[in-house]
T-cell receptor, first 115, second 118 residues
Framework: DGGITQSPKYLFRKEGQNVTLSCEQNLNHDAMYWYRQDPGQGLRLIYYSQIVNDFQKGDIAEGYSVSREKKESFPLTVTSAQKNPTAFYLC??????????????FGEGSRLTVL | DQQVKQNSPSLSVQEGRISILNCDYTNSMFDYFLWYKKYPAEGPTFLISISSIKDKNEDGRFTVFLNKSAKHLSLHIVPSQPGDSAVYFCAASGLTNAGGTSYGKLTFGQGTILTVHP
């Protein structure tokens, strides 16, 4: 079945460590996104990518990094510079970044807890 | 600056009755609006959308209404079912002030927890 796979589902990290969250999609979508969800808040955009080897900062990119070496993959690294990394991270994809194509398909999320 | 707001953190409804979830936005550049449904520990799933050229879009039990002049949209669920209990997010996208587009770069509201009681 087509979809978006995020791994790991749960991750614990010690302060000062970098951690990478995986996101793979087999929907043949051009655009991919990373959102963060915190309690009582909506989803906030971290980074997005419209095509391979290109990505743009979202609203809260500080302390995060991404790469887009393949169309299917868009990993997110949470670096030690991210001051409040404990959150639920959601990866999403869409057909293309254009009018009327705002529908995103989301993965099941990765919950990161910093100890 | 919260450009998309869902002012009701929670809503409780009896099974069979109507659920009305509200959303307000401030950015006049938004022209495409979506509702997502989210269960705990899962990713949101797309529910219904509406373009700013319309004022209503219906899909089965779900109807979204858009009032552009008031910058307000609402989601109606009729009849409500216990399985509808979830968090509902309103989201918006459109042109940016810089002249580009933000489609796909959705701006989400805080979410409303809907509980439908049997």
């Amino acid at each position: 079945d087509g979809g978006i796979t995020q791994s790991p589902k749960y991750l614990f990290r010690k302060e000062g460590q970098n951690v990478t969250l995986s996101c793979e999609q087999n929907l043949n979508h051009d655009a991919m996104y990373w959102y963060r969800q915190d309690p009582g808040q909506g989803l906030r955009l971290i980074y997005y990518s419209q095509i391979v080897n290109d990505f743009q900062k979202g609203d809260i990119a500080e302390g995060y990094s991404v790469s887009r070496e393949k169309k299917e993959s868009f990993p997110l690294t949470v670096t030690s510079a991210q001051k409040n990394p404990t959150a639920f991270y959601l990866c999403a994809s869409s057909k293309m970044l254009g009018r009327g194509t705002g529908e995103l398909f989301f993965g099941e999320g990765s919950r990161l807890t910093v100890l | 600056d919260q450009q998309v707001k869902q002012n009701s953190p929670s809503l409780s409804v009896q099974e069979g009755r109507i659920s009305i979830l509200n959303c307000d936005y401030t950015n006049s550049m938004f022209d495409y609006f979506l509702w997502y449904k989210k269960y705990p520990a899962e990713g949101p799933t797309f529910l219904i959308s509406i373009s700013s050229i319309k004022d209503k879009n219906e899909d089965g039990r779900f109807t979204v209404f858009l009032n552009k002049s008031a910058k307000h949209l609402s989601l109606h669920i009729v009849p409500s079912q216990p399985g509808d209990s979830a968090v509902y997010f309103c989201a918006a996208s459109g042109l940016t002030n810089a002249g580009g587009t933000s489609y796909g770069k959705l701006t989400f509201g805080q979410g409303t927890i809907l509980t439908v009681h049997p």
